[in-house]
């Protein structure tokens, strides 16, 4: 019998919680998500950009110039956490961040030209992503749409 069978006799009833590492969803998800960055990583790093620093700029290309409040909304990152990201991508000549006139406590971050024009250079990364995951297009499809229900039920459970 293998330590796993072993573990596994020890738990109990089947229908008991599983306290094998393989067997964890929280290990897989961590394992996939820290693959995928390091994928990104020599990527990205052709055009001077992280992984976090590449989510921002999709979000800008997608929406357009957008308040802080409403970039960390899009991206699940905290003011904290966004505004390092933001201050070195302006100074790489990317973004602009301008106070509102008629609102001094806001923010808006938007492209500059230099930021626009990188987004037909970098259109080679998501078909690279796309081919280095060896999923069709379909699959990968399926795991985003099973991912967003996982996220969703996770922050409407709390």
Not at 3 to 17: F, L
Not at 40 to 48: C, H, S, T
Not at 79 to 100: A, F, N, V
């Amino acid at each position: 019998m293998s330590t796993a069978e072993a573990v596994h006799q020890n738990t109990g009833s089947e229908d008991s919680a599983s306290l094998l590492l393989e067997d964890q969803m929280c290990f897989a998800l961590y394992t996939a998500q820290r693959a995928m960055t390091n994928r990104y990583r020599p990527l990205l790093e052709q055009f001077d950009l992280t992984y976090p620093q590449y989510l921002v700029m999709l979000a800008l290309w997608q929406h357009g110039a957008l308040p802080i409040k409403k970039l960390g909304a899009l991206l699940s990152l905290d003011y904290g956490t966004l505004t390092p990201l933001l201050k070195r991508l302006q100074t790489h000549g990317l973004i602009s961040r301008e106070r509102q006139v008629d609102d001094e406590r806001t923010v808006q971050i938007a492209l500059t030209e230099e930021g626009t024009a990188l987004r037909e250079r970098i259109r080679v990364v998501p078909a690279t992503m796309q081919e280095a995951s060896g999923l069709t297009a379909q699959e990968a499809g399926t795991a985003k749409d099973i991912l967003d229900q996982l996220r969703a039920n996770l922050t409407t459970s709390s």
